[in-house]
């Protein structure tokens, strides 16, 4: 089937899915990052206070996406990602109005639960249980959602801040949110039903089994592939995060630098078409060592970077990482452990990279207030995805024979 004639047969679904990711940016860090230096003003914190914030509220996220991941098993993607969408609205609305400093964890707690766990989670297990047969293809769709908002979001909300105070493009957000609920109902009023080659529900992973939450907790793989799924999103959420003061340390104009994201956004699609094929055609499991790679060269690029161009290539190199990053894991999981308990053994996964995402951010800030600056940092992030993608060679080698074995 050509590429046209899948997104042809399956458009409600695949729109779906990708509407939900693009909703999630709400909630992701390249987006609420963009407020940074007026959150620190408004607030009175310091770069180590305002990370610290959000390394609790984020953090707490983690452990409540731990359980609410498992609601994907239970419930129809139209009636959670209904409520996930909602919740992300009033997360929007409380920042626009609040004013304690007290309630600011509360409040990123919120938009980091319902936006990068449960809006991103949703999106990525339905794809990954509806498709098998295609389901490099649909996790491809789906993160064309995550490509739009932060191709576009981020630019344009910086770009608003010229002429609105930040509080109010909060309120944006909160209306485009509830305006995408009706939306998401009329493209699901028929849910899809899984469909695979051999015309069961639910796939089976190593050695024939249908593995639970559980059992995946118990197995070696699982625990080995933990860091490259956290370390990602909290060097990655790290360098978003501080942005604003990374660019001044350059010397750079913040919306100068907003302007090469689209580059950075620009390889992150073609790379996860890239990977979406080769998901298709190879399996996850043979690709997952490598696509860590790029980053080491990326963080070395930005700690040199003497103009924004040295930047926007290590950009660019972030966004063939980030291509991997969108696609691999979900299907390494489904590959590996089966479809049938897919969204609890997904929902822990998802839990590590939010409590990922927690830790980069306060842990860079930290080091900020101390004297350690950024550029001086992303030398030891790079040497950290050189380790971590080594660590994954045998591991990954050894499940595949298990794998292969039950197939």
């Not at 576009?152 to 910086?158: D, G």
Request: net charge positive.
């Amino acid at each position: 089937m050509s590429f046209v004639s899948f997104l042809r047969q399956n458009a409600p679904w695949l729109a779906a899915g990708a509407l939900l990711s693009f909703l999630s940016s709400f909630g992701q860090t390249f987006f609420i990052a963009i407020f940074a230096g007026e959150i620190r003003t408004t607030y009175g914190l310091s770069h180590g206070g305002w990370g610290s914030i959000y390394t609790l509220g984020t953090g707490a996220s983690a452990v409540a996406v731990l359980w609410a991941g498992g609601l994907t098993d239970r419930f129809r993607v139209r009636a959670l990602g209904s409520v996930v969408i909602a919740g992300l609205a009033v997360a929007c609305v409380a920042m626009a109005l609040n004013g304690s400093v007290l309630v600011l964890p509360v409040l990123v707690f919120l938009l980091r639960f319902f936006g990068q766990g449960m809006a991103s989670h949703v999106a990525i297990v339905a794809m990954a249980r509806w498709f098998t047969v295609n389901r490099g293809r649909a996790l491809v769709v789906a993160t064309f959602g995550f490509i739009l908002g932060e191709a576009s979001l981020p630019i344009t909300f910086v770009w608003l801040k010229r002429f609105f105070d930040w509080q109010q493009l909060w309120l944006v957000a909160a209306a485009i949110s509830v305006a995408m609920i009706p939306v998401l109902f009329l493209l699901l009023r028929q849910e899809r039903q899984p469909q695979h080659a051999n015309g069961n529900d639910a796939v089976a992973g190593m050695l024939g089994q249908h593995w639970t939450r559980g059992q995946a907790l118990r197995h070696p793989l699982f625990w080995a592939l933990i860091p490259a799924i956290m370390a990602f999103p909290a060097f990655g959420t790290a360098f978003w995060f501080h942005q604003v003061h990374f660019a001044a340390v350059k010397g750079w104009d913040h919306l100068s630098f907003v302007t090469v994201i689209p580059l950075g956004t620009a390889v992150f699609a073609l790379s996860t078409f890239t990977y979406g094929w080769a998901i298709d055609r190879f399996g996850a499991a043979r690709l997952m060592p490598f696509y860590l790679l790029p980053l080491v060269l990326a963080f070395g690029l930005h700690w040199y970077a003497p103009s924004l161009v040295w930047s926007a290539v290590a950009i660019m190199l972030m966004g063939v990482a980030g291509g991997g990053q969108a696609t691999l894991p979900a299907a390494c999981w489904a590959e590996f452990y089966g479809t049938r308990h897919l969204g609890a053994i997904k929902s822990t996964v998802a839990a590590f990279m939010v409590l990922g995402s927690a830790l980069g951010p306060g842990l860079s800030g930290w080091l900020i207030d101390l004297g350690l600056d950024l550029p001086a940092q992303y030398l030891g992030y790079g040497l950290v995805f050189l380790v971590i993608s080594v660590g994954m060679v045998g591991p990954v080698s050894r499940a595949r024979s298990d794998l292969s074995s039950s197939h």
